[in-house]
């Protein structure tokens, strides 16, 4: 079954603990992103990639590492999360550049 | 900046009641539009694509249709099932090779039996 898997689902962490969520997809997509879900201000793109070892800036990128090793991964790091970085978390991937997204089913982060 | 404006907010209808949701956008090219079907708790799943003014993509229940302004996503005779956000995006073309979607905040339909 062609599937973005994010893990984990739910995360609760402390302030200033590294953390990592991955991401991987078995559809041989060369396009992947990370985006961010909050109430009021809907989703918004944190970091992407376009191919191995080739990623670039979203909207909100502060606070966020990514890198892109493998084609099918895609990790999400937060080096020194902070509160303001709870979120709902997708990761997502597609063929192309203009051809539709496919979606994980998320990763809720909590940083008390 | 890109942006989209996705309205109304938020949408009650009667099951069987038709309508539309608006998306209005404003880039200097676009590359496409999408349009997502959002469960609570889960990914946006995908629904559609347009890329030129004019072309119209239908699937059971929801009609999309393209200008150069907004999009609308037609719904007939919806069900209860129909139930979900459902979100716009765009890609502009003048980001050049990045691959940047920019998404509205949705509108939430809930179908009442």
């Known amino acids: 079954e062609a599937q973005v898997t994010q893990n984990p689902r739910y995360l609760i962490t402390v302030t200033g603990k590294k953390l990592t969520v991955t991401c991987s997809q078995n559809m041989n997509h060369e396009y992947m992103s990370w985006y961010r879900q909050d109430p009021g201000l809907g989703l918004r793109q944190i970091y992407y990639?376009?191919?191995?070892?080739?990623?670039d800036k979203g909207d909100v990128p502060e606070g966020y590492k990514v890198s892109r090793k493998e084609k099918r991964n895609f990790p999400l790091i937060l080096e020194s999360p902070s509160p303001n970085q709870t979120s709902l978390y997708f990761c997502a991937s597609s063929l192309l550049r203009n051809t539709e997204a496919f979606f994980g089913q998320g990763t809720r982060l909590t940083v008390v | 900046e890109d942006q989209v404006t996705q309205s109304p907010e938020a949408l009650r209808l009667q099951e069987g009641e038709s309508s539309s949701l608006n998306c209005s956008y404003t880039v200097s090219g676009l590359r496409g539009l999408f349009w997502y079907r959002q469960d609570p708790g889960k990914g946006p799943e995908f629904l559609f694509t347009l890329y030129s003014a004019g072309e119209e993509k239908e699937k059971e229940r929801l009609k999309a249709t393209l200008t150069k302004k907004e999009s609308f996503l037609h719904i007939t005779a919806p069900k209860p099932e129909d139930s979900a956000t459902y979100l716009c995006?765009?890609?502009?073309?003048?980001?050049?090779?990045?691959?940047?979607?920019?998404f509205g905040k949705g509108t939430l339909l809930t179908v009442n039996p």
């Open positions: 995006a765009v890609q502009a073309t003048s980001g050049g090779s990045n691959y940047k979607l920019t």
């Open positions: 990639s376009m191919n191995v070892e080739v990623t």
